[in-house]
């Protein structure tokens, strides 16, 4: 019988300590999410009293070909709560490589989760939806249709051809991180062009007629 109460116990406990940690999950939320100077900033409120020293902060956005963020980051402080010198608010910055807003288009909106977890405790790991806008290429101009703007071969092994509506183009070609490889103007209708490296690419292409956005995939 006193095996049984032990066993019992234990996990009255242990659905204590999870109901617990789900309580203090629920009071925080992600505040704001932003972009400025090339960091991820996430402000998280914090309206419990539960206090952290040096909590990590794990930013992971979806998939998507404008920014990559570094995801981890320890913050060299506290999780703020109520009435501290922050009054419950606590920021976490991320570098990573973004694409330039000028080839984003305008109010492009990202989506990701935030993980907060306590270095000293093990049970606690919470997680927080969170989006942000970002982009201001003008997607009013017309888009031009894939018979106007036409890419060649793809894929490619490195060598590729663009044929313009137009003897003048503004040309820029980025990675799937977001990194402008290539950036130039084309002075004639029919375009050559090269990238070195294997990958996957996205190639923009703004006359006065419209803009294109094309994929384009490099395999050597």
Do not use: W
């Not at 020293?53 to 999780?79: E, G, H, K, Q, W």
């Not at 031009?144 to 137009?166: H, I, K, R």
């Not at 990958?199 to 956005?213: D, E, L, R, S």
């Amino acid at each position: 019988m006193k095996k049984i109460i032990l066993i019992l116990s234990a996990a009255l406990l242990l659905g204590t300590v999870k109901s617990s940690a789900q309580t203090l999950c629920d009071s925080m939320d992600v505040d704001t999410a932003y972009l400025d100077a090339n960091m991820l900033y996430v402000e998280v409120y914090n309206s419990s009293t539960h206090f952290i020293a040096y909590p990590f902060f794990t930013a992971l956005l979806d998939a998507n070909p404008y920014i990559v963020m570094s995801d981890t980051l320890m913050i060299p402080t506290f999780l703020s709560v109520p009435g501290d010198g922050n009054n419950g608010y606590t920021l976490g910055s991320f570098n990573g490589t973004i694409a330039q807003e000028a080839t984003v288009p305008l109010n492009t909106v990202f989506t990701g989760i935030l993980t907060i977890n306590d270095p000293n405790d093990k049970s606690f790991d919470c997680s927080y939806p969170f989006s942000f806008t970002y982009g201001t290429l003008n997607t009013s101009v017309n888009e031009l249709t894939a018979s106007l703007v036409q890419m060649f071969p793809n894929p490619t092994s490195g060598q590729f051809t663009l044929s313009l509506p137009t003897d003048y183009a503004e040309i820029s070609i980025t990675d799937m991180l977001g990194k402008e490889v290539i950036h130039t103007q084309a002075t004639q209708k029919t375009m050559r062009l090269h990238l070195e490296n294997n990958g996957v690419y996205i190639v923009y292409i703004k006359t006065k007629q419209g803009i294109a956005t094309r994929k384009l995939i490099v395999n050597h």
